[in-house]
Every structure is written in C-alpha cells, then in structure tokens.
C-alpha cells in the first residue's frame, strides 16, 4: 500500500484554478479517447505492453488517490461556499471530476477491448 502524506488543503480562493486543472485534464482524456477510438480499428498499433501501461497508469493507486483527493477538496469547498458564485464554481468542479473520472473508465475501456482484440488478432480468431 502506497503511503501518502496528509492533504495540503487549498484555501477557496485556488477553485477557480483546480476547476480549469481539471477541466484540461477532462479535455486531455477526451483528446486519448478520440485518438484511441482512430486507432483501434488497426489492433497492432499499440503493442501490449503500452496498452497494460495506460491501464496501469490510470487505475493505479496513485491516481486514485489524487482523483479521490481532488474530490475531497471539492467536497470542502462545497462545505465552504458563501456566495452563489463560489456554488456554481464548487459545483462545476464536482461536476468536472464526474467527467473525468468518465472519461478515464472510457480510455481504460478501450484499452481493455483494444488489448482483447490484439489477442484475438494473435490468436487468428
């Protein structure tokens, strides 16, 4: 089990910029979805072992536990929101993570199917 040091709490005022961090990583997922759905069609582009590093990297316990941290911290904001506009903001990055963590499951996904379909490929199926 990975040993992780105690959260750094960020103060309301660093919303913004964790929503837009968030936000780009959502956009990046998208970008490696999108790329690996042009892609899967030719199963031999991608060798196993990069396929299982994808998997690896984004179900890992390190990702988890930054994903679940993130959602931690937007739980807090929420917890801390005043005005309106701090709602929206805490919302949108609740809402931010849900997409990601969407857009994650589908890459591993697509991973998984591409590498059961190199196997197939390799079997003569």
Do not use: F, K
């Amino acid at each position: 089990m990975i040993d992780h040091p105690p959260p750094s709490w960020q103060p309301l005022s660093q919303l913004p910029t964790v929503v837009a961090l968030i936000d780009d990583l959502g956009e990046s997922m998208a970008e490696h979805r999108a790329l690996l759905d042009v892609i899967r069609p030719r199963p031999s582009t991608l060798d196993a072992a990069t396929l299982e590093g994808m998997r690896a990297l984004y179900t890992g316990p390190r990702q988890r536990a930054v994903l679940e941290r993130y959602a931690a911290q937007a739980r807090r904001w929420e917890a801390q929101a005043r005005t309106p506009a701090q709602r929206r903001a805490a919302l949108r990055l609740v809402n931010a993570l849900a997409r990601l963590r969407a857009e994650i499951a589908a890459v591993v996904a697509l991973a998984d199917a591409m590498q059961d379909e190199r196997h197939e490929a390799a079997d003569g199926c």
